[in-house]
T-cell receptor, first 108, second 112 residues
Framework: GIQVEQSPPDLILQEGANSTLRCNFSDSVNNLQWFHQNPWGQLINLFYIPSGTKQNGRLSATTVATERYSLLYISSSQTTDSGVYFCALNTGFQKLVFGTGTRLLVSP | DSGVTQTPKHLITATGQRVTLRCSPRSGDLSVYWYQQSLDQGLQFLIQYYNGEERAKGNILERFSAQQFPDLHSELNLSSLELGDSALYFC???????????FGAGSRLTVL
């Protein structure tokens, strides 16, 4: 089956720092989504990004489908950015295969 | 608030019991998906319904079943519960032809 690997598994940042999270996948992508799971467990859509680059405020994402990876950039991190970041691939009928996640802790 | 409503938020029960989790999709969304998040398996797709019919099946145990009703709400039934069924169960919904899933807040099940 499709393999989705995320790195790093854990990341600790000081408030204000920038970071890059990576998602590698083993198969061609129909679409790819990035999610943030906050400390209360809520899964929040960040980006739908099968290819190219998108930006939303301090967050941006880039997917290079031909090389089977996606990157999530967080700039000027804030404590509210803490949580787990997942990438997920759509394998058909919106059946998402999730990566193992990157756990981010932003300290004040 | 994502617009996807899940109840109950928390549920504690004993091994061998049966529980029902409920999901109301966003207004206008015809598809409902169930996902399980456990410590050892991560986030896994269980099952999808589209306008009342089963569309896709994932790693759903035979002890689990689901359905989508005419008003489009969905229920996930978990029976003969085991300790390993303790997890966060998410419901998500999407519009027809849409590529983005919107998730509810989840139902946290603890089996003692």
């Amino acid at each position: 089956g499709i393999q989705v690997e995320q790195s790093p598994p854990d990341l600790i940042l000081q408030e204000g720092a920038n970071s890059t999270l990576r998602c590698n996948f083993s198969d061609s992508v129909n679409n790819l989504q990035w999610f943030h799971q906050n400390p209360w467990g809520q899964l929040i859509n960040l980006f739908y990004i099968p290819s190219g680059t998108k930006q939303n405020g301090r967050l941006s994402a880039t997917t290079v489908a031909t090389e089977r990876y996606s990157l999530l950039y967080i700039s000027s991190s804030q404590t509210t950015d803490s949580g787990v970041y997942f990438c997920a691939l759509n394998t058909g009928f919106q059946k998402l295969v999730f990566g193992t996640g990157t756990r981010l802790l932003v300290s004040p | 608030d994502s617009g996807v409503t899940q109840t109950p938020k928390h549920l504690i029960t004993a091994t061998g019991q049966r529980v029902t989790l409920r999901c109301s999709p966003r207004s206008g969304d015809l598809s409902v998906y169930w996902y399980q998040q456990s410590l050892d398996q991560g986030l896994q797709f269980l099952i999808q319904y589209y306008n009342g019919e089963e569309r896709a099946k994932g790693n759903i145990l035979e002890r689990f079943s689901a359905q989508q009703f005419p008003d489009l709400h969905s229920e996930l039934n978990l029976s003969s519960l085991e300790l390993g069924d303790s997890a966060l169960y998410f419901c998500a919904s999407s519009r027809s032809g849409a590529n983005v899933l919107t998730f509810g807040a989840g139902s946290r099940l603890t089996v003692l």
